[in-house]
């Protein structure tokens, strides 16, 4: 039942910014966190950046600091990834989680000139 579907992936040259969605359906989204993880071709997936229940407390990967922002419309059982300052080394499929250990289904963000 519970299901998450991501949106607002694609191309942007470096330099550049992209927001990413996850609405999120089947449970009491605002009772808990939800976090941000990617993963690079021939990578293991690693964690971007998390939001607690409230979105009174945010966390980031050292990687991402300063230029990506995680924020939550618990309204709209939405959590979304502000993406700026792209770098090529941010091109990944970014997937969202709960707190709880369910998981979208990734969207490609692709960083190139």
């Known amino acids: 039942e519970v299901q998450m579907v991501e949106f607002g992936g694609g191309l942007v040259q470096p330099g550049g910014s992209l927001r990413l969605s996850c609405a999120a359906s089947g449970f009491t989204f605002s009772s808990y966190g939800m976090s941000w993880y990617r993963q690079a071709p021939g990578k293991e997936r690693e964690y971007v950046a998390a939001?607690?229940?409230?979105?009174?407390?945010?966390n980031y990967a050292d990687s991402v600091k300063g230029r990506f922002t995680i924020s939550r419309d618990n309204a709209k059982n939405t959590v979304f990834l502000q993406m700026n300052n792209l770098k090529p080394e941010d091109t990944a499929v970014y997937y969202c989680?709960?707190?709880?250990?369910?998981w979208g289904q990734g969207t490609q963000v692709t960083v190139s000139s």
């Open positions: 989680r709960t707190s709880s250990g369910f």
């Open positions: 939001i607690s229940g409230n979105a009174g407390t945010t």
